[in-house]
Each structure stands twice: as structure tokens, then as C-alpha cells.
């Protein structure tokens, strides 16, 4: 079955610098690719769709890329903000989702 | 308002017990799903719908049942042979099952 990683240790950077997260897959070739933001105890909210014929999308400070010949997504956030702080998840289509990645950007 | 609606936020049982949680939507969505969270872990799929009066088992459906009477409504009854119950419960809906979903508030379910 499917399978899709996300490094599962924090994440922890100083604020202004831009973080990446990763989402690494296997057994599947997605049609789309979706990151999700959470919070503590609420749902995730939908950040950004990129599609597998596309290889970037952003939006804002947020920038998506998909690899498919290394099955794998990366996402940005730029000029990070404590703000920023939050678990960052990665669904394939069929929202099948990661475990996710927490982000703590320190002032 | 549009969105999407889980009820209780909170939720106490005694083991043995049935327990059904509430999930209603008003975004028009087809798709339907549940998942349940443990600390520190990701999503995982209990059962989803795509339509009315059909759904799928995701990968830990064992001990859960749903049904799908109303476009609107996505009930989730945690039955007792769930062996580990006590978990956050979330329930998504969205246009189709490819495009972006909208979660609710979820339920904290505490089996005693």
C-alpha cells in the first residue's frame, strides 16, 4: 500500500529564515498532493494543491515543489514568523495523510 | 455560515458503551470522512463516502460504523470492540475526493 513520510523530529529555526519540510512517498504515484496546517486540538487547515504536472506552486510566503521521479514534496515558508508555529502535514490525493511535521520558529 | 460541524467537543463514555459522534456540513461537499488522531501522530482514515448512501472502509475501520443517509450528515459510532477508543476524532468534507477538505472542530473522545 501506499506509503508517505514526513520527518517526524521538530523542526526548530530562528525567525526570518525560511523553513523546509519534507514529504517523501512510495507505492503510489499521486495525482495531486496537498499541506495542511494544525493547530493544537483544532483540524487542519488547507494551505496549498499542487498538482503532479506541475513542479511549484506558492502562494504568499508559502512555496510548494513536486518531484515525482523522487516521489517527494518539499514545502517553504519564507521570512518564517512565530506565528508560523505549527504541525505541518502532507496528504497524497484521497487525502491519505502523513504524520506530519511540528514547525517552532523562535524570535 | 458555511463549514463544517462536529459535535460534542468533548466526549466521556464508560468502556462497553456505543458512542456516536456528529458531523454535519452545509458546503454542498459529496465527500465525506473520519479520521482519528493519537497524540503526536498523524491522520488516520476510518471510513470515508463519496456519495450518498455509499462509503469505504480506510485502514483502521475495525470497531467503527458509519452511515451516509443525508448529503449533510456523516455519523461515527465508535462501537465497544474498538479495543482503544479514546482518541480525537476529526470528520473533513470536500467537493470531491481530490480537491482541498475542510475539517472540523473535532471531538476529544475519552473512554473510562
Known amino acids: 500500500s501506499q506509503k508517505i513520510e514526513q520527518n517526524s523530529e521538530a523542526l526548530n529555526i530562528q525567525e526570518g529564515k525560511t523553513a523546509t519540510l519534507t514529504c517523501n512517498y512510495t507505492?503510489?504515484?499521486?495525482?495531486?498532493l496537498q499541506w495542511y496546517r494544525q493547530d493544537p486540538g483544532r483540524g487542519p487547515v488547507f494551505l496549498l494543491l499542487?498538482?503532479?504536472?506541475?513542479k511549484e506552486k506558492r502562494k504568499e510566503r508559502l512555496k510548494v515543489t513536486f518531484d515525482t521521479t523522487l516521489k517527494q514534496s518539499l514545502f517553504h515558508i519564507t521570512a518564517s514568523q512565530p506565528a508560523d508555529s505549527a504541525t505541518y502535514l502532507c496528504a497524497l490525493d484521497k487525502l491519505i495523510f502523513g504524520t506530519g511535521t511540528r514547525l517552532q520558529v523562535f524570535p | 455560515d458555511g463549514g463544517i460541524t462536529q459535535s460534542p467537543k468533548y466526549l466521556f463514555r464508560k468502556e462497553g458503551q456505543n458512542v456516536t459522534l456528529s458531523c454535519e456540513q452545509n458546503?454542498?461537499?459529496?465527500?465525506m470522512y473520519w479520521y482519528r488522531q493519537d497524540p503526536g501522530q498523524g491522520l488516520r482514515l476510518i471510513y470515508y463516502s463519496q456519495i450518498v448512501n455509499d462509503f469505504q472502509k480506510g485502514d483502521i475501520a475495525e470497531g467503527y460504523s458509519v452511515s451516509r443517509e443525508k448529503k449533510e450528515s456523516f455519523p461515527l459510532t465508535v462501537t465497544s470492540a474498538q479495543k482503544n477508543p479514546t482518541a480525537f476524532y476529526l470528520c473533513?468534507?470536500?467537493?470531491?475526493?481530490?480537491?482541498?477538505?475542510?475539517f472540523g472542530q473535532g471531538t476529544r473522545l475519552t473512554v473510562v
Open positions: 473533513a468534507s470536500s467537493i470531491s475526493e481530490n480537491t482541498e477538505a475542510f
Open positions: 499542487i498538482r503532479e504536472n506541475e
Open positions: 458546503l454542498n461537499h459529496d465527500a
Open positions: 507505492n503510489y504515484s499521486p495525482a495531486y
